[in-house]
């Protein structure tokens, strides 16, 4: 059972528009959804993560919005960059709990920005 | 952000012999470890929960006695793969939570490529 689904599996966007990557999440005790970046041959980077307190998050050019009840969230690159060709990965956990919990992940997202 | 190293990066070995990765965290002390698996391309699956001073929590599927995982330290855990096998050839990544941020943050380590042949 995947308990974080995350489409699109591969996303082309020009240089200077907005990338939107999708993940809906099955497991309601989740209270926890960070997105890692991950480039070929390293281990993810943290980029971006939000409660489910709030429906919009926004650092720099990234933002992540939020829908509880539809137990959806969303990134969203603004001005998208060559450098921001990667991989994405949203992910969920359980931080109530004490934050002893792994880390679920979507499948990915291969983001490449064409310049 | 804090950082969290992983060793070696890449190996290989011959099958049936057991390769031991380490992840360390370097500025901070971290009681509880993770340990991923990644095939090409695939997602991050995770393999088990680490906790300094006590017995590793295995996911559901993952050989325990395949997978040695010893969290020694406050700052160290280890995974070994005993008696490998082509099978286990993947990227096997560590994190490691930082209690020193409200919001418990993992960081990963750059990975470790293991090739049985």
């Known amino acids: 059972q995947q308990q974080v689904k995350q489409s699109p599996q591969s996303l082309i966007v020009q240089k200077g528009g907005i990338s939107i990557i999708n993940c809906a999440y099955e497991?309601?005790?989740?209270?926890?959804f960070p997105w890692y970046q991950q480039f070929p041959g390293k281990g993810p980077a943290l980029l971006i993560a939000?409660?489910?307190?709030?429906s919009e998050k926004k650092e720099g050019r990234f933002t992540i919005s939020f829908n509880k009840s539809a137990k959806q969230f969303s990134l969203h690159i603004m001005d998208s960059q060559p450098g921001d060709s990667a991989t994405y990965f949203c992910a969920a956990s359980i931080m109530s709990g004490g934050g002893a919990d792994g880390l679920t992940f979507g499948k990915g997202t291969h983001l490449i920005i064409q310049p | 952000g804090a950082v969290v190293s992983q060793h070696p990066s890449w190996v290989i070995c011959k099958s049936g012999t057991s390769v031991k990765i380490e992840c360390r965290s370097l500025?901070?002390?971290?009681?509880?470890m993770f340990w991923y698996r990644q095939f090409p391309k695939q997602s991050l699956m995770l393999m088990a929960t680490?906790?300094?001073?006590?017995?590793?929590?295995?996911e559901q599927g993952v050989e325990k006695d395949k997978f040695l995982i010893n969290h020694a330290s406050l700052t160290l855990s280890t995974l070994t793969v005993t008696s490998a096998h082509p099978e286990d050839s993947s990227f096997y990544i560590c994190?490691?939570?930082?209690?020193?941020?409200?919001?418990?943050?993992?960081?990963f380590g750059a990975g470790t490529r293991l090739s049985v042949l």
């Open positions: 500025d901070f002390q971290a009681t509880t």
């Open positions: 939000i409660r489910p307190d709030v």
């Open positions: 497991n309601t005790a989740f209270d926890y």
């Open positions: 680490s906790n300094e001073g006590s017995k590793a929590t295995y």
């Open positions: 994190s490691a939570r930082d209690p020193r941020t409200a919001k418990n943050i993992q960081y």
